[in-house]
C-alpha cells in the first residue's frame, strides 16, 4: 500500500513486490506528474510535484525518494544499492548508495563510447590561441585504459593515493579517471604550487607514485614542472616513480625513478578490466586551507559525488547534450574536478580545459575562445571578470558570444558592478548569470539561482536558492536556527547530501571538529549568509580566519607560519583586505626581532620570495608594515577584527578594545597605516 499523498514513495516503504517492480511504477506515476519531468526525467515518479519550488521541497522532505530517483537514473551500477543513506551529522559518520558497486570511469566514458564514440569529449583549449585540440570519448577511453595498464603494471594498486602535478590537459583527465578505473584514489595538486607544497601534500598522502609533465605553458611562460617535482620529491620517501608526460618537445633530465609516460603507454592495451568500486570507496583528495592547521586532504568518495557533480553540472548550467560546456578553472581545484572533469564526463558532455590566462595574448582571449570553440555555458571567477571589464567593452564586442546561453560565477562573491558588466556585455543582457556557492567540501554547487523556473528572478550578486536536496539555515551565535525570513549569521546545511566530503584524509576526528561540531547536527560552512524576505541567500563572506585571494583559499595562519620562519621576524599577523580585482589581497603586519633593522623594500622582497616559494604566488603579501607590538589580549591572543579594521583604513568603530593589553599600541598601528598611503 503506498502510504503517502505526495510524492514517490519511499523504497523503505515499498513491499518487495513493489520494489521490483518500482522502474514500472515511476514511468506510471511519470505520466499522471508534472512539466518539470519535461525538464528532469529524474522527477516523473514524484507524485504531486509539478513545479521547481516544489521539487525542491520534495527533495527536502523525502530526500531518500529523490536521491534514490537521481542515482538510479544519472549513474549505471555493477551492483545495485540496497540503502539510499545512513549518515549521522552529529558524528560525522556520512554513507550514501551503501551495498552499490559502480565504475567512476565506466560512468564518464564507456557508457557514452557504446552509444557515440567519436563525440568530443575534451577540448584543450592550449595556452598557444587557435592550437586547440580535440580528444573524442573514444580517444579518452583508450588513453584512460592504457594508463591505467601502465600504473596497474607498475604496481599501483586499489585504495593507493596518485598525486597528480599537471596544468588542464587531457593527459591530466585520463590520469585522473586512469586511477579511478583501477580503484586508487587521485591527489590533483595545482600545478602552481611551489615544490615544498607540493612535498606536503605528496608526504600526507603518502603517495608511491606522481604524474607530472616535462613542463607547463601559461601566459606565454614555461613553467619548469618536472624540476619542482624533483625538488618536491627528494623529501618525499613514499615516492618509487614519477611519470613524466610531454608537454612540450623540451628534453628534462630523467632518473632512475622517473617514466616516460607516452613511449611505455605505446606497449599498453587499450582495454583496462574496471574495478567494481564500493559507492563509499575514496575517489580523490583535495587539499585545500583550515583556518588553522596545515591543509586539509578532504576525501571525496564514488557514487555520491559523481552523482552530485553530473545533477548540480546538468541543472544549475542548463547543459544540454551537444552543449560545449566552458569551464576555465585549473583542474588543481575543486571547480576544475567537478565541472570541467566530473559532471561534465558523467553527463556524455563537451568540456573544455582551459589552460591559458584571461589576459593572454589579450584581453580578449576569453570571448575569443567562446566564438572559435562555440560554448554554450562559460564559467568562470569574478576576479577575472572584474580584471577584464576594466580593459572596456570593446574586447569582448568584437567576438561573436552568441552560443552562450548561461555564465556561470565561482569562487568569491560577485560584486555588482562585475556582475552586472558580465550580463550586460558578455552575456548581451539575455544569458543567465549563475552565481554559484559551493566549496571544496561540499563537492558541488549548493547554492545557486538555478535549477527555478527559467523565467524567475535573478538577482545581481546573489547565489540565491539552494540546489535540490539542500536545506540551508542561518545561525546565530549560540548555535540557535534563526527562522525569519529575513536574517543574517552563520551558514549550515541542515542535512546531509551525496556530494559532501566524508572525512579528511587520516585525521576524521579534524573533520568532525571542523564541520560537525560547531552547530551539532548541522554541517558548519564557514561563511556568513544573509537571507532575504524573499527567502533568496546571499554569501557575505567567511567568518573564519581563512581569506580568499582570486578565489583561491589561502589560511592566515598558513601565510603567518612562513613569514615567522625570516630571520628578522618576531612575529606577525596576516589579514585579508578588500582588492580591486583579487577581492581579497594579503596584508601583513610584522614585529621585527629586538635590535634587528631592515630596508623596509629588501624585507619585502624576501618575506614574498618565501611566501611564493614555500605556498604559491598567489598566497604573497601586498602589503608588509611593521609594527612594534600587534594589539593582543591579556590572555594573547592577536584581535585581528582590530587588524582587520586597520588595514581597510576604517579607523573608527574600531569596537571594544578594553581587553587589550596595550590599547595605546593600536593608535601607533594606524599611525603607520595612514603614512603608509597604501590603498
Ligand atoms: O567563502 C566561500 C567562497 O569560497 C569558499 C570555498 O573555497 P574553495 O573550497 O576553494 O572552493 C571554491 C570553489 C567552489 C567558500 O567557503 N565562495 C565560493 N563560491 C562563492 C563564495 N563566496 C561567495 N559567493 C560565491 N558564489
Known amino acids: 500500500m503506498l502510504l503517502q499523498t505526495r510524492g514517490c514513495a519511499p523504497t523503505r516503504l515499498l513491499s518487495p513486490f513493489a520494489r521490483l517492480f518500482r522502474p514500472y511504477l515511476l514511468q506510471v506515476w511519470g505520466r499522471r506528474s508534472c512539466n518539470v519531468a519535461a525538464i528532469m526525467p529524474e522527477a516523473a515518479g514524484f507524485q504531486g510535484v509539478s513545479d521547481f519550488s516544489e521539487l525542491q521541497e520534495f527533495s527536502v522532505s523525502d530526500s531518500e525518494s529523490f536521491w534514490a530517483a537521481a542515482a538510479r537514473h544519472r549513474l549505471s551500477w555493477t551492483r545495485p544499492f540496497h540503502a539510499v543513506q545512513d549518515c549521522d551529522l552529529r558524528r560525522g559518520k556520512i554513507k550514501w548508495f551503501d551495498g552499490g558497486k559502480l565504475n567512476v570511469s565506466v560512468n564518464c566514458l564507456d557508457r557514452h563510447v557504446h552509444v557515440c564514440p567519436e563525440r568530443v569529449a575534451l577540448i584543450w583549449e592550449k595556452d598557444e590561441p587557435g592550437s586547440e585540440v580535440k580528444v573524442t570519448y573514444r580517444q579518452l577511453l583508450e588513453t584512460t585504459c592504457r594508463l591505467g595498464n601502465l600504473l596497474r603494471r607498475r604496481g ?7 598525486t597528480i602535478y599537471m596544468p588542464p590537459c587531457p593527459m591530466a583527465v ?32 603518502q603517495s608511491s607514485t606522481v604524474v607530472t609533465a616535462n613542463q607547463g605553458v601559461r601566459g606565454g611562460k614555461v613553467t619548469e614542472l618536472k624540476k619542482t617535482v624533483d625538488a618536491a620529491v627528494r623529501s618525499c620517501p613514499s615516492v618509487q616513480q614519477v611519470l613524466v608526460a610531454m608537454r612540450t618537445d623540451n628534453p628534462v633530465a630523467m632518473t632512475a625513478k622517473d617514466v616516460a609516460v607516452e613511449e611505455e603507454m605505446l606497449s599498453e592495451d587499450v582495454a583496462c578490466e574496471p574495478v567494481a568500486m564500493e559507492s563509499e570507496d575514496v575517489l580523490f583528495l583535495l587539499y585545500t586551507s583550515g583556518s588553522t592547521g596545515p591543509p586539509k586532504g578532504l576525501v ?22 551537444g552543449d560545449v560546456f566552458g569551464c576555465v578553472a585549473d583542474i588543481g581545484w575543486i571547480t576544475g574536478h567537478s565541472y570541467a572533469v566530473y559532471g561534465p564526463l ?30 554554450n555555458q562559460f564559467y568562470g571567477a569574478p576576479t577575472a571578470i572584474r580584471l577584464l571589464l576594466k580593459y572596456g567593452d570593446h574586447w569582448v ?17 560577485i560584486n555588482t558592478e562585475a556582475w552586472e558588466w558580465y550580463h550586460r556585455v558578455v552575456g548581451d543582457g539575455r544569458c543567465a548569470v549563475v552565481d554559484t556557492w559551493w566549496q571544496t567540501e561540499t ?17 545581481p550578486g546573489m547565489a540565491m536558492r539552494p540546489f535540490f536536496g539542500i536545506e540551508p539555515v542561518i545561525m546565530d551565535p549560540e548555535g540557535k536556527v534563526l527562522t525569519s525570513k529575513e536574517t543574517s549569521g552563520a551558514l549550515c546545511i541542515a542535512q ?11 585525521d576524521h576526528q579534524r573533520f568532525v571538529e571542523t564541520y560537525c561540531q560547531p ?52 612575529e606577525s599577523a596576516i589579514v585579508g583586505y578588500s582588492h580591486d580585482i583579487k577581492g581579497e589581497g594579503v596584508y601583513a603586519f610584522v614585529v621585527l626581532k629586538k635590535g634587528v633593522e631592515v630596508d623596509e623594500a629588501d624585507l619585502s622582497r624576501q618575506l614574498k620570495d618565501m611566501v611564493s616559494k614555500k605556498i604559491a604566488k598567489y598566497a604573497c603579501p601586498d602589503f608588509i608594515q611593521l609594527v612594534q607590538v600587534l594589539p593582543k589580549t591579556r590572555s594573547g591572543k592577536i584581535m585581528r577584527r582590530v587588524l582587520r579594521k586597520v588595514a581597510e583604513q576604517e579607523f573608527n568603530g574600531l569596537g571594544d578594545l578594553s581587553t587589550l593589553d596595550d590599547p595605546a599600541a593600536v593608535q601607533k598601528i594606524i599611525q603607520g597605516r595612514r603614512d603608509s598611503g597604501a590603498k
Not at 547530501?497 to 579528511?504: H, T
Request: glycine fraction near 12%.
Open 156 to 162: 599501483v594498486r586499489r585504495g593507493d593515493v596518485v
Open 519 to 570: 552547530y551539532p547536527g548541522y554541517f558548519h560552512t564557514g561563511d556568513g549568509a544573509r537571507r532575504s524576505k524573499e527567502g533568496y541567500y546571499k554569501i557575505t563572506g567567511r567568518l573564519d580566519d581563512v581569506i580568499n585571494v582570486s578565489g583561491h583559499r589561502i589560511g592566515t595562519a598558513e601565510i603567518e607560519d612562513v613569514v615567522n620562519q625570516c630571520g628578522a621576524v618576531a
Open 174 to 205: 585520463a590520469s585522473m579517471l586512469a586511477c579511478a578505473r583501477i580503484g586508487a584514489a587521485h591527489n590533483v595538486v595545482f600545478a602552481g604550487f611551489s615544490a615544498e607544497a607540493l612535498a606536503d601534500r605528496i608526504r600526507d598522502a
Open 496 to 506: 546531509p547530501w551525496p556530494g559532501m566530503a566524508r572525512s579528511i584524509h587520516r
Open 443 to 459: 563537492g558541488g554547487i549548493c547554492i545557486s539561482p538555478r535549477p527555478s523556473d527559467p523565467d524567475a528572478e535573478i538577482v
Open 300 to 321: 571525496h568518495t564514488q557514487a555520491g559525488y559523481l552523482l552530485y557533480a553530473a545533477l548540480t553540472h546538468r541543472y544549475v548550467f542548463g547543459y544540454h547534450d
Open 397 to 413: 564586442r568584437k567576438y561573436d558570444r552568441s552560443t552562450l546561453k548561461t555564465l556561470g560565477s565561482v569562487g568569491e562573491p
Open 346 to 375: 558523467a553527463n556524455g558532455g563537451t568540456t573544455v580545459l582551459f589552460e591559458s590566462t584571461p589576459l593572454y595574448p589579450d584581453p580578449g582571449r576569453y570571448w575569443e575562445t567562446v566564438q572559435r570553440l562555440k560554448i
